[in-house]
Every structure is written in structure tokens, then in C-alpha cells.
């Protein structure tokens, strides 16, 4: 069974702050990688995605991918209360087309 | 560009009806994945299609659950008959199968089984 596991949270942070989302997979062979966000009430949205070892910014945004050690992550610099959402990620798995969702971490940013 | 299309949006019903749920995917996308969210599950995949062709139907919970893709451009999850445990939303995903593509999310129907 490949998984993909996630802190559940809620991660609490003071707005201004890095918030950093964790998430850990099994299967060695994944090489793509996606962070979506989601909003109460709202559908999964693409925020990030990442296929190369080290670091990929985009905006306040950065993702971290550690093959070696099945790891990504997400940092948000500067985290706003209109970051507050639940935040999953995502892995491809290998020789497929499944994607296989981590069960999400809440963030809250207090104003 | 439009992006996936599902409908209804919100669908209340009681139990023992059939439920259709429709699913227009990304035009040029070539797979469409059917997800159920619940509190308790979370995200959970119940199908998804390569080129229409059912692929991996393994999530599907029961025979009640039914799912077709009879072109590119359309796709639908029937539930038959329903009942209240299959209160939740159902998304549709879709994605062109090259190596590393995201799938893109509809709004998703929201289920209510009285």
C-alpha cells in the first residue's frame, strides 16, 4: 500500500510568520510532487509542484524535496490569515497515472 | 480556459434513489479521476480513466457505484440505490498522462442522502 502521511494539525502560526508543512511517502520510485490548498467548502487547488531534489520557489511560496529521505515540504514566508486552509500533498505514483493525497494539514495564521 | 465542469453542484435526495453525478474534464486532458471527501476519510479515489478506458476501479465502495466515461469530454458516477453513508462531496480531477502533470479539481457535488 503506498501512502503518503501528513501532520494532521492544525499548525498555528502568528501572521508574518514561516509557516513549514511536512509530509513523508513510500514509494521510492515517485518523482512528482504536488502541494494543493484547500479552502472550507472549496475543491483542492494547485499551488506547487516539484520533481527535482532541492528547492523550488515561487513567490512566498517554497516546496523541498528530499528523494533520499522521501520527504517534501512546504514553507510559506510571511503568512497570512488568507493562507489559513488545509493544505495536502500529493504524490504520483511510479508507473501510473494515480496520485495518491496525503489527508492534509490545517494551517490557521492568527491576524 | 474552462476548467472541469461538475454537476449538480448540490444534490439533496433521499435514500433508495439512483444519483448521477456528470463530469466535464479540462479539454486535451486524457485521464479523469472520481474522488470522495469526507471528514472521517478524507480524499479518497474511487476511479480513474486513461483514454475512457476505466483503469483502476479498486476505490469503488460497492456495486451500488457505477462510473462511465463514454467520450473525452464527459464522464458520470451513478450511485444506485443511495444511502446515507454516501453523504459526502465527490470530486473530478483531470490530467493530461505525461509524466508529472497535476491533476485540476472541479468544485465537486456536494451529496446530502436523507
Known amino acids: 500500500q503506498k501512502e503518503v ?20 511517502y513510500s514509494d521510492r520510485g515517485s518523482q512528482s510532487f504536488f502541494w494543493y490548498r484547500q479552502y472550507s467548502g472549496k475543491s483542492p487547488e494547485l499551488i506547487m509542484f516539484i520533481y527535482s531534489n532541492g528547492d523550488k520557489e515561487d513567490g512566498r511560496f517554497t516546496a523541498q524535496l528530499n528523494k533520499a529521505s522521501q520527504y517534501v515540504s512546504l514553507l510559506i514566508r510571511d503568512s497570512q490569515p488568507s493562507d489559513s486552509a488545509t493544505y495536502l500533498c500529493a504524490v504520483r505514483v511510479t508507473g501510473g497515472f494515480k496520485t495518491i493525497f496525503g489527508a492534509g494539514t490545517r494551517l490557521f495564521v492568527k491576524a | 480556459d474552462a476548467g472541469v465542469i461538475q454537476s449538480p453542484r448540490h444534490e439533496v435526495t433521499e435514500m433508495g434513489q439512483e444519483v448521477t453525478l456528470r463530469c466535464k474534464p479540462i479539454s486535451g486532458h486524457n485521464s479523469l479521476f472520481w474522488y470522495r471527501q469526507t471528514m472521517m476519510r478524507g480524499l479518497e479515489l474511487l476511479i480513474y480513466f486513461n483514454n475512457n478506458v476505466p483503469i483502476d476501479d479498486s476505490g469503488m465502495p460497492e456495486d451500488r457505484f457505477s462510473a462511465k466515461m463514454p467520450n473525452a469530454s464527459f464522464s458520470t458516477l451513478k450511485i444506485q440505490p443511495s444511502e446515507p ?21 472541479g468544485d465537486g457535488t456536494r451529496l446530502s442522502i436523507l
Open chain 1, 5 to 24: 502521511e501528513q501532520n494532521s494539525g492544525p499548525l498555528s502560526v502568528p501572521e508574518g510568520a514561516i509557516a513549514s508543512l511536512n509530509c513523508t
Open chain 2, 85 to 105: 453513508r454516501d453523504s459526502a462531496v465527490y470530486f473530478c480531477a483531470s490530467s493530461h498522462d505525461r509524466l508529472n502533470q497535476p491533476q485540476h479539481f
